[in-house]
T-cell receptor, first 111, second 113 residues
């Protein structure tokens, strides 16, 4: 069946450190892939997405590349800020109406 | 920001009582969703709607019902709340059904005692 695996958190980094959050998935066909972010006390909001193999989504300094061969969509940022502290969700689109949300990875960035 | 509001934002209730959560949108989007968020589970889809009076079940629909009598409102009802329904509930909307970005409301935190 469809599923997504995210690295366990929490991830704690110092400001300006490099960030990688791993995401691998299983899904039928070639779904669009999404990363959502949830700031404290808020709902989820789209961070970036990629719709086909080798596409790179990017936003706010975050990037993720659609790797069909490894069914992965790892999130990266070269230099994190305290304001990036949030929970990040990988979410492949799994068919009509259906997103498969990962369990979320909490990121804490220390000044 | 997408115009999505949820009410109430916080609620404490007792086991066995009915509870209704409301989602209201000003975007005129056709598709609306209810999710619950629990530690270790991410977000799980409860019910969704693809138009007025058109709804269907998600993966965790037992114990929940929904109604959509107007495009802008999507109601989630717990007919008889149980402690296992203590959760944070999120409403979401999307313009289309295929590979579309979903926009989320701020959430309702429900505690069932």
């Amino acid at each position: 069946g469809n599923s997504v695996t995210q690295m366990e958190g929490p991830v704690t980094l110092s400001e300006e450190a490099f960030l990688t959050i791993n995401c691998t998935y299983t899904a039928t066909g070639y779904p669009s892939l999404f990363w959502y972010v949830q700031y404290p006390g808020e709902g989820l909001q789209l961070l970036l997405k990629a719709t086909k193999a080798d596409d790179k989504g990017s936003n706010k300094g975050f990037e993720a590349t659609y790797r069909k061969e490894t069914t992965s969509f790892h999130l990266e940022k070269g230099s994190v800020q305290v304001s990036d502290s949030a929970v990040y969700f990988c979410a492949p689109f799994a068919g009509t109406y259906k997103y498969i949300f990962g369990t979320g990875t909490r990121l804490k960035v220390l000044a | 920001d997408a115009g999505i509001t949820q009410s109430p934002r916080h609620k404490v209730t007792e086991t066995g009582t009915p509870v209704t959560l409301r989602c209201h949108q000003t975007e005129n989007h056709r598709y609306m969703y209810w999710y619950r968020q629990d530690p270790g589970h991410g977000l799980r889809l409860i019910h969704y709607s693809y138009g007025v009076k058109d709804t269907d079940k998600g993966e965790v629909s037992d114990g929940y019902s929904v109604s959509r009598s107007k495009t802008e409102d999507f109601l989630l009802t717990l007919e008889s709340a149980t402690s296992s329904q203590t959760s944070v509930y999120f409403c979401a909307i999307s313009e289309g059904q295929e590979q579309e970005t979903q926009y989320f409301g701020p959430g309702t935190r429900l505690l069932v005692l």
